[in-house]
């Protein structure tokens, strides 16, 4: 598992019931993905509507730069909604994302985290 890859994981409904397949971004660095047991993710969702935001990022998949992502359709990476799993819970590999890509989430990773 490396960073910029878009995952399937299975996220708990909110009050912990089991939940739902999604995808999701790994943006936790390559060197600690290799050497713990957990890793750091960002949400991705098919709800574009807050895609303008700065702590968003939209991944057309139609494009050149959205397709490597894998994803059926137009999605948004929620970098303000982050989440720690078990690598073991991850049920599987889509993509990764396109360098590009891979940057504006970078920023959008600044902005929810208030980074300068």
């Known amino acids: 598992m490396t960073r910029g890859d878009v995952v399937i994981v299975q996220f708990p409904y909110v009050d912990g019931s089991r939940g739902k ?5 790994v943006v936790q660095n390559d060197r600690d993905n290799q050497r713990l047991t957990h890793t750091v993710i960002a949400m991705i969702t098919g709800n574009t509507r807050h895609a303008a935001e700065a702590t968003q990022v939209l991944v057309d998949p139609t494009t050149a730069e959205g397709h490597s992502a ?3 359709g137009l999605s948004s990476i929620k970098c303000g ?4 799993i078990a690598q073991q ?3 599987r590999g ?3 994302l396109s360098p590009p890509l ?3 989430a970078d920023q959008a990773l600044k902005a ?5």
């Open 70 to 72: 894998g994803l059926n």
């Open 94 to 96: 889509i993509g990764h």
């Open 102 to 104: 891979l940057k504006q």
């Open 89 to 91: 819970d991850v049920l």
């Open 112 to 116: 929810a985290l208030q980074l300068t």
């Open 21 to 25: 397949n999604r995808p999701a971004l």
């Open 81 to 84: 909604n982050l989440f720690t």
